[in-house]
């Protein structure tokens, strides 16, 4: 039964099937990390970031407003 539920090739074989897939998922990350960061000037802020936090919060106030009453 045992037999059935193991899969097929040696160990040797196995072994060297997970080396190269540890292989290839180190490389995938080496390459994820050197894709992911950037060195160079940062990019400008948008100018209409405190507008958009401006909406959120005035949101929050007229949500709590709705929900709990003027105080």
Same mark, same amino acid.
């Given at each position: 039964m045992l037999a059935v539920l193991r899969p097929a090739g040696d160990s040797r @074989? @196995?072994?060297g099937d997970l080396n190269r %897939?540890?292989?290839? %998922?180190?490389?995938?990350? %080496?390459?994820?990390?050197?894709?992911?960061?950037?060195?160079?000037?940062?990019? @400008?802020a948008s100018p209409y970031r405190w507008f958009s936090a401006g909406f959120v919060l005035t949101g929050a106030v007229l949500g709590a407003v709705f929900l709990f009453g003027p105080l």
């Open positions: @074989q @196995q072994a %897939a540890e292989m290839a %998922a180190r490389v995938a990350m %080496a390459s994820f990390v050197e894709d992911t960061l950037t060195f160079g000037p940062r990019p @400008q």
